[in-house]
């Protein structure tokens, strides 16, 4: 297995690798992107607009300078649709086997994704998603229903 925590890993708000191959976190400095990509990743989802103020100007374009892919999607974390998560899934079903890292403002959002998708498309238990994204993280009552819509039966 290849780790591709950056030098600073504790610097990156919330950062945590889920599995080989995948991370998350919250808002990289522009160091720390390049950190992560110096040790492999190839794919960063950065959840919510670049546009917005909490996120690097340009992240985007420099990315792409590196010949790393970037996705930026717009997901209300109190909100989310079924919409948001079938772009999330497919998203990560196309780059699945590239190192990714996952990344919102706090690491809170990319948490509740990540977490649906272990569950939806790994067949792993909720307990099992809760264990393996941020502590403390425990999913509201529009992210449960959503995931029972989504994948009957995933929740007993």
Known sequence: MVDFYPVDVH???????????????????????????AEGVEVVLQLHVDEAPY??????????????VHLSMNVVLHQPTQSDLWHFFD?????????????????FCASSMVALYLIAREGRSLDEARQMVL??????????QLLDEMVPHSLS
């Open 11 to 37: 610097q990156i708000e919330h950062f945590k690798q889920i599995r080989e191959g995948l991370a998350i976190g919250g808002q990289p400095t522009t160091q720390q992107l390049q950190q992560l990509i």
């Open 55 to 68: 996120s690097i100007n340009g992240e985007r374009y420099e990315l792409s300078q590196l010949g790393v």
């Open 135 to 144: 502590p403390g993280w425990h999913p509201s009552t529009a992210w449960l």
């Open 91 to 107: 998203f990560m079903d196309v780059y699945q086997g590239k190192n990714m890292f996952v990344h919102c403002a706090d690491g």
